[in-house]
């Protein structure tokens, strides 16, 4: 059997139904479904890696990718993994300024739901926006970020990534840094790291930390030395300068002297320590590039990767469910 034979056995032996009808928050998943997701995630990495990447299990349903935001690599992300599961994919840039929140929101997605897709993914600026949409449609909605509320998939992907790297995520300490306040990056970590398992630490300067994050269940640092000791796993935000309304920080080279991860920062968690960062970086001003291009440290180019197969494994189980709810 060729190596897409193998990997394609390996996914039809791992499917498993979507726990739930939509996919807006990590609280959707449980652990045995999160381990069973990843499993399937596995499968479909050997899958990408074989030269005939196409499957039928999406086949005749339409995935609409509908982002209000900019997105590059999220967006293309989605896209593939629909594409190589042989969904009908359109995708729908729709410019910030063409949409405003609230009614507007809700007529796109009534116009969108009598077009009868099958699921939805969504990035909207506002929190809220992906779970607000799922109850005005009939199909499957998958949340690709809200605001500075969550963005599930891409916790999911950096699970992935770490279970590959590590082997297990129970018992890891992992630091995520810089940006908290801003960041659905950051919420979405937090709920399945936790959920997995491991320890979870926010660094970052008081004017990006929210106030209540210590009722996150995570230790908070305001010094990256003392929050970087003894972690396996450092995990950098970027800056979302345009989510902040005021002066926040004095000035990106200020922010990096403090902040930025360079060789010297680094140094300060444990030997073997991984970085990662969801993209798009700010080289120089939340992380240097002499560590974020080190594939001996980096797992920012797996994440990548691991992105395409987390979706793959989240649309092929959501379609799984579709299938069985028919
Ligand atoms: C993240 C996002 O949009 O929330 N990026 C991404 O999904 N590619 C992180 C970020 O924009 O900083």
């Given at each position: 059997?060729t190596?897409?034979?193998?990997a394609?056995?390996l996914?039809?032996?791992?499917?498993v139904?979507?726990?739930?009808?939509?996919?807006?928050?990590?609280?959707d998943?449980?652990p045995?479904f999160?381990?069973?997701l990843?499993?399937?995630g596995d499968a479909?990495v050997?899958?990408?890696?074989?030269s005939?990447?196409?499957l039928?299990?999406l086949?005749?349903?339409t995935?609409?990718?509908?982002?209000?935001?900019n997105?590059t690599r999220?967006?293309s992300?989605?896209?593939i993994?629909?594409?190589?599961?042989?969904a009908?994919?359109?995708?729908?840039?729709?410019?910030?300024s063409s949409?405003k929140?609230?009614e507007?929101l809700?007529?796109?997605?009534?116009?969108?739901?009598?077009?009868r897709?099958?699921?939805?993914?969504?990035?909207?600026?506002?929190s809220?926006?992906?779970a607000?949409l799922?109850?005005?449609?009939g199909?499957?909605?998958v949340n690709?970020?809200?605001g500075?509320?969550?963005?599930?998939?891409?916790a999911l992907?950096d699970?992935?990534?770490l279970?590959?790297?590590f082997?297990?995520v129970g018992?890891?300490?992992?630091?995520i840094?810089g940006?908290?306040?801003?960041?659905?990056?950051?919420?979405s970590?937090?709920?399945?790291?936790?959920?997995m398992g491991?320890?979870v630490?926010l660094?970052?300067?008081?004017?990006?930390?929210?106030?209540?994050?210590?009722r996150?269940?995570?230790?908070?640092?305001?010094d990256m030395?003392?929050?970087?000791?003894g972690?396996d796993?450092?995990m950098?935000?970027?800056l979302?300068?345009?989510?902040?309304?005021?002066?926040?920080?004095?000035?990106?080279?200020?922010?990096?002297?403090?902040?930025?991860?360079?060789?010297?920062?680094?140094?300060?968690?444990?030997?073997?320590?991984?970085?990662?960062h969801?993209?798009?970086m700010?080289?120089g001003?939340?992380i240097?590039?002499?560590v974020a291009?080190?594939?001996?440290?980096?797992?920012?180019?797996d994440?990548?990767?691991?992105?395409?197969?987390?979706r793959?494994?989240?649309l092929a189980s959501?379609?799984?469910?579709?299938?069985?709810?028919?």
């Amino acid at each position: 059997m060729t190596n897409a034979a193998v990997a394609a056995d390996l996914i039809a032996d791992r499917l498993v139904p979507f726990p739930k009808s939509h996919f807006l928050a990590a609280a959707d998943l449980n652990p045995p479904f999160v381990s069973a997701l990843l499993d399937l995630g596995d499968a479909f990495v050997e899958l990408n890696r074989s030269s005939t990447k196409a499957l039928d299990l999406l086949r005749g349903r339409t995935v609409l990718n509908l982002f209000f935001e900019n997105s590059t690599r999220t967006s293309s992300s989605f896209e593939i993994a629909a594409k190589r599961l042989g969904a009908d994919v359109v995708t729908m840039p729709v410019g910030a300024s063409s949409v405003k929140k609230g009614e507007t929101l809700i007529d796109t997605a009534v116009t969108l739901n009598a077009m009868r897709p099958d699921i939805l993914v969504v990035r909207h600026g506002a929190s809220g926006a992906a779970a607000l949409l799922s109850q005005k449609v009939g199909c499957a909605v998958v949340n690709a970020g809200d605001g500075r509320h969550e963005h599930p998939t891409q916790a999911l992907l950096d699970l992935l990534s770490l279970r590959r790297a590590f082997g297990d995520v129970g018992g890891l300490t992992v630091a995520i840094c810089g940006d908290i306040a801003h960041s659905r990056v950051a919420r979405s970590n937090v709920a399945l790291l936790s959920m997995m398992g491991a320890r979870v630490r926010l660094i970052g300067p008081p004017t990006l930390v929210p106030g209540d994050a210590d009722r996150w269940g995570c230790e908070v640092f305001h010094d990256m030395r003392e929050g970087l000791a003894g972690c396996d796993v450092v995990m950098m935000l970027r800056l979302q300068l345009e989510r902040m309304d005021g002066a926040l920080m004095p000035s990106t080279r200020e922010y990096f002297r403090f902040w930025g991860l360079d060789r010297e920062k680094l140094a300060w968690a444990r030997a073997g320590a991984k970085v990662m960062h969801p993209g798009p970086m700010n080289r120089g001003v939340e992380i240097d590039s002499d560590v974020a291009d080190d594939l001996s440290v980096s797992l920012i180019q797996d994440q990548v990767e691991m992105g395409v197969a987390a979706r793959m494994a989240v649309l092929a189980s959501l379609a799984m469910r579709l299938e069985s709810a028919r």
